[in-house]
């Protein structure tokens, strides 16, 4: 007998469904996996196996083919156990066929018969509902996952034998109730309010989150860098639910989803050490899964002690960071993962940190120096906005019990900026701009969008025009540096670039670093 049971495969981050068929043959008592399984979907013959006699039930003395079509699509991971189990056991002639009608199964299968935790469930479930299907059987720790897609019945899995009894009409398995954001808690972050003095970095950062600009922190040890960047997702614009799925279906598929949350609805902070790979970094291996940048998605990436890591794993951010995408080409094929995140770096201003600090002198020579701030390079540097000095903070300020101003405060003017550009880029949107390049804050902006919307009047283009010849700008440099101006003046609520806001902006180029 023939039974077919319908899975799922994660390629990407997308889901392409899988058909699992089983077939009952003569010859000797043995089961074959076809239809390009790797070394994990080839083990699940035993654990099937030893499975189905743990939970009680007839594992079938008969010659079992497993097919897992197309064939064209690699198969990996243990998700396609239970399945299998149940493919096995209507072949036996053990359970309906119809029983799985409309039903999407996926699962790993202990070999006491109880159903493990699957990776990428959320993309599993939506591709289940696009496709049409009106059910999908999951395990019980997953399940939360799934019931984030609406019209969708989520039946949680614990055991292989439950799920037979279901099926088999014995008992029942009570669906999930779906899920909405507003019954899950949000976790609360580094406040604004207990960072002590560093109000110029904390105004820097406040522009940084309100443009979506990148921007680098430079200042000796224990100047509060490193807490300062925690602070960040705190300020950013809240996720909308669709930009909370899209980042809970990159950290599911990555299979670095907490247990107890079922979507993300904080802004991602990653904080790599400077050790990582590039393949680590950008994404990477055989079969290609998301990396730091993908998993740094609507939220924040963070690098710490900048100049340490490796020439070529700072190089290969510069593309992601133009265009908001990677994309990892194989033999078999080509990978695109998300990649809009916002870069906020750390970094000394020499080796032993104390470059230019007023109380504690500097050991390192001149040449030492240069030689360590060189090993950003330019191009990597001209890509971010804002250039930050970060002192040491003062006795005084550090004793002050009084609490600064509070990261829901600076949220609410951020969002009231962000909205501000919204409307503007909304309202001059032609469809082909918008299909080929979509401008959601200032950082996004292109040369025909900074012309049109960053002029200036006669005194910031006196005022531009000597920044340029001063400070050597770039061109590249020059369209910053307004767009950064066009931030600050949608934090004031202005409709024009002003002198101020343009003073501003220049403030935040690199002046004392050795690359200038």
């Given at each position: 007998m023939l039974a077919k049971v319908h899975s799922c495969a994660v390629i990407g981050l997308e889901g392409v469904i899988v058909e699992v068929e089983v077939d009952t043959g003569q010859g000797l008592p043995y089961m074959v996996i076809v239809g390009l399984p790797d070394a994990a979907v080839q083990e699940s013959r035993e654990r099937v196996q030893t499975a189905i006699k743990n939970a009680g039930l007839f594992f079938p003395r008969h010659r079992l083919t497993v097919n897992l079509a197309p064939a064209s699509v690699r198969k990996e991971g243990p998700a396609y156990d239970l399945p299998i189990a149940l493919g096995v056991l209507i072949a036996a002639g053990q359970l309906p066929l119809e029983s799985v009608e409309g039903a999407l199964v996926v699962g790993e299968l202990s070999l006491d018969g109880s159903v493990r935790h699957t990776r990428g469930v959320l993309p599993m479930a939506a591709v289940a509902r696009q496709e049409g299907y009106t059910r999908i059987f999951v395990p019980e720790v997953d399940a939360a996952e799934a019931a984030l897609i609406p019209d969708l019945e989520v039946i949680p899995v614990p055991s292989l034998v439950s799920l037979y009894s279901h099926l088999a009409g014995v008992s029942s398995l009570p669906p999930r109730p779906p899920i909405t954001p507003d019954e899950l808690p949000v976790i609360t972050q580094t406040d604004f309010r207990e960072i002590k003095g560093q109000e110029h970095v904390k105004r820097a950062l406040e522009v940084a989150a309100a443009g979506g600009h990148?921007?680098?922190?430079?200042?000796?040890?224990?100047?509060?860098?490193?807490?300062?960047?925690?602070?960040?997702?705190?300020?950013?614009?809240?996720?909308?639910?669709?930009?909370?799925?899209?980042?809970?279906?990159?950290?599911s598929v990555a299979d670095q989803l907490p247990p107890d949350t079922p979507l993300i609805q904080n802004r991602p902070f990653r904080a790599p050490h400077h050790t990582i790979s590039h393949a680590g970094l950008v994404g990477g291996g055989n079969q290609p899964h998301p990396g730091e940048i993908s998993l740094a998605h609507r939220g924040v990436l963070f690098l710490d002690e900048l100049p340490e890591f490796g020439m070529r794993v700072l190089e290969v951010m510069r593309q992601p960071m133009e265009d908001k995408v990677v994309t990892i080409s194989r033999a078999q094929g080509s990978l695109t993962f998300p990649a809009n995140f916002q870069l906020i770096a750390a970094m000394n201003p020499c080796p032993c940190g104390y470059y230019g600090d007023p109380v504690k002198a500097c050991t390192c020579s001149s040449g030492t120096v240069t030689k360590y701030q060189k090993r950003i390079s330019g191009p990597l540097l001209d890509r971010i906005d804002i250039h930050i000095e970060v002192p040491r903070v003062a006795y005084e300020k550090l004793s002050d019990q009084r609490l600064g101003e509070s990261s829901e405060a600076i949220q609410k003017r951020v969002e009231a900026a962000r909205q501000r550009q919204r409307e503007r880029f909304n309202s001059n949107a032609t469809h082909l701009q918008s299909a080929l390049h979509f401008v959601a804050c200032n950082a996004d902006m292109r040369p025909a969008e900074v012309r049109k919307f960053c002029e200036l009047d006669d005194t910031g283009l006196s005022l531009m025009k000597t920044a340029m010849s001063q400070l050597q700008l770039s061109a590249r440099a020059y369209h910053r540096i307004l767009k950064l101006a066009r931030t600050i003046a949608d934090l004031a609520g202005s409709d024009s670039i002003g002198p101020s806001h343009l003073a501003e902006a220049l403030q935040y180029r690199p002046k004392s670093m050795a690359m200038g």
């Open positions: 990148n921007m680098l922190m430079v200042g000796p040890p224990g100047a509060g860098k490193t807490l300062l960047a925690r602070a960040m997702p705190g300020i950013l614009p809240r996720m909308s639910i669709d930009e909370a799925l899209d980042v809970t279906r990159i950290y």
